[in-house]
């Protein structure tokens, strides 16, 4: 079965470099994504990458696949307060009509 | 703002109660999907239509239904329902059925069951 795994909480200060980390079972997966949710707010899609690529930057945010391993990462760099939200990661695959498997989510947040 | 819009923003049922969630898409988006979240399942992926017509399940419990109509817009309906029903429900909408599926979400719905 799919599952979408993340760790709860990540804290870090502003101007560092965040990194949160997926991991996923579905090996199946055509497309992985990173949500962000702000409090009080829908998701917003942030980036998502093709499972046939190992990496994908986009400004300040970069995406790693390590397929063999079924770990995703989003890394966001020079992390400002604004940042603060919490991040999903999601998966789709090939026959799930586009709905998307999500982890419960990482609550980042940035002290100044 | 996404451009999908989601009524009522709160709702305070009592169990036992039905209750109906509507979506209205973005415009020219023919899928709906909707999901629940809650603390405990975190978010979970309970139906999508494409132009009227259900195109897969997930996690919906039988007292759930929902639809979509011919102007697009969808709504959710719980029925008989209980303390565990509380939870946010986000409807999403995109342009196309399957492989790279931008959806945008709706601001939410967050039922409170009493």
């Known amino acids: 079965g799919e599952d979408v795994e993340q760790s709860l909480f990540l804290s870090v200060r ?3 470099s965040s990194v949160i980390n997926c991991t996923y079972t579905d090996s199946s997966s055509t497309y992985l994504y990173w949500y962000k949710q702000e409090p009080g ?26 397929k063999k391993d079924k770990h995703l990462s989003l890394r966001i760099a020079d ?15 090939r026959g799930s009509q586009g709905n998307l498997i999500f982890g419960k989510g ?4 940035v002290k100044p | 703002d996404s451009g999908v819009t989601q009524t009522p923003k709160h709702l305070i049922t009592a169990t036992g109660q039905r209750v109906t969630l509507r979506c209205s898409p973005r415009s020219g988006d023919l899928s709906v999907y909707w999901y629940q979240q809650s603390l405990d399942q ?18 919906i419990l039988e007292r759930f239904s929902a639809q979509q109509f011919p102007d697009l817009h969808s ?35 967050r039922l409170t069951v009493l």
């Open chain 1, 79 to 93: 992390t400002q307060t604004g940042d603060s939200a919490i991040y999903f990661c999601a998966e789709s695959f």
């Open chain 2, 75 to 109: 709504e959710l309906n719980l029925s008989s329902l209980e303390l565990g029903d509380s939870a946010l429900y986000f409807c999403a909408s995109s342009g196309e059925t399957g492989g790279l599926d931008e959806q945008f979400f709706g601001p939410g719905t």
């Open chain 1, 41 to 66: 707010a829908g998701l917003q899609l942030l980036t998502y990458i093709f499972s046939n690529m190992d990496m994908k930057q986009d400004q300040r945010l970069t995406v790693l696949l390590n």
């Open chain 2, 42 to 59: 975190g978010l979970q992926f309970l139906i999508h239509y494409y132009n009227g017509e259900e195109r897969a399940k997930g996690n």
């Open chain 1, 14 to 16: 502003e101007g560092d």
């Open chain 1, 106 to 109: 990482t609550k980042l947040s």
